[in-house]
């Protein structure tokens, strides 16, 4: 494993001991657990905008009842 070094802000270095000491782990576990959602996350939302890219090149875009239905399910989940 690879060694790095970082200089944090007081405020989220003492909130990343503190959710460590919560949850029974080192602060580098969760260091690099978050790193890692964080970087998969990231990787994740990369594709998919890639790839809508891709489709709109194409001329592939939503139709008006495709977006109706994904805002119907963004507001009825924002809801609860």
Sequence with gaps: MTGISLNLPE???NSLAD???TN???VSYL???VLRDY???ERTLT???ELAVEEAEQGIFATDDQVAAMRARRWSRSAG
């Design 47 to 49: 594709a998919q905008i």
């Design 19 to 21: 959710l460590a000491k």
């Design 11 to 13: 405020d989220l270095s």
């Design 24 to 26: 029974g782990k080192s």
């Design 39 to 41: 970087i998969e996350h």
């Design 31 to 33: 260091a690099v657990d």
